[in-house]
């Protein structure tokens, strides 16, 4: 109840903004390099979420559960939306159902979906020795990596399903139910790196 109330708070100061600054948004000229200006970070915005959602096939196979390519980035795309809806894990449970739509565990839907922002965290936070030594967080950032490693990841799954309270799955709540056993005891090197192809076209954007 308090998230709801929050959200609603949340959007009721963006329309009162909007009603008041609405007659100076009407009063702007773009020109036309601002129109071009405004369609390739439209365009490029669109990439990312294409990227993005190929970076989510990756992770899925890695994880043995694949879908498609096509069809795992129209419905990250599709999904993609619904984090704008207040609760802000819509995304997250349409993607999870659609998963076990195809037949698979709930504990791999529910690694499928958590390890792709993790990932995207840390694929940024790799790319920070590339914005130059930024008093030494260019250098820790990187470290960031061995979250991913098997011996530090389970623990670290299990306690965002604890944060996120995720529905009870068959009398069980989420964060109950061992990440263990539905991940690959590999490191995800391709699922980084394709994540990682993400953080660079987002950050053209």
């Given amino acids: 109840m308090g998230r709801w109330a929050v959200s609603v708070a949340c959007l009721g100061c963006l329309a009162w903004a909007m009603a008041n600054q609405g007659r100076q948004l009407l009063e702007l000229t773009l020109g036309p390099s601002d129109w071009w200006l405004l369609l390739a970070g439209a365009l490029v915005s669109g990439v990312a979420v294409a990227v993005n959602g190929v970076a989510w096939a990756v992770l899925l196979r890695w994880l043995r559960c694949p879908l498609p390519t096509v069809q795992a980035v129209v419905v990250f795309a599709r999904t993609n939306v619904l984090k704008y809806i207040p609760g802000g894990i819509w995304h997250l449970a349409g993607r999870i159902q659609l998963l076990r739509s195809h037949g698979h565990g709930w504990g791999q839907a ?16 790799l790319l920070l020795p590339l914005g130059g030594w930024q008093r030494g967080l260019g250098l820790l950032g990187p470290l960031a990596v061995l979250c991913l490693l098997p011996g530090w990841r389970a623990p670290l799954l299990k306690r965002l399903l604890r944060r996120i309270e995720l529905p009870r799955v068959v009398g069980e709540a989420a964060w109950e139910i061992p990440p263990s056993p539905v991940l690959p005891g590999s490191f995800p090197g391709g699922p980084l790196l394709a994540e990682t192809a993400f953080v660079l076209v987002r950050f053209l954007g």
């Fill in 110 to 125: 529910a690694m499928g979906v958590l390890l792709d922002p993790l990932l995207m965290a840390v694929a940024a936070l």
